[in-house]
């Protein structure tokens, strides 16, 4: 697997179109949370391959990109109210 999936998951998310709410209660599948937990565990234990590494890292930047949404969104819904 690579960052791909997770990629394709947030927008396939975003293109069918959402709300604040929904933005919120996003979760990344079982199996992208399955393989980021791995690679986290290899770079813990420094048996990571540099590819890997480099799959960890879009990850990351994709879960930052999902907190600041996230944060965003909740914004809104408190306008909202």
Known sequence: MSATQSYEEIIDFIAAGTTPEAVVAFRPSES??????ELVER?????IAAEDQSELE????????????????????QLEQ
């Open 32 to 37: 992208v949370q399955q393989r980021v937990a």
């Open 43 to 47: 770079s813990k234990d420094g048996s």
């Open 58 to 77: 879009d990850f990351l930047q994709l879960e930052h990109i999902t907190i600041m949404a996230k944060a965003r969104a909740r914004q809104h819904t």
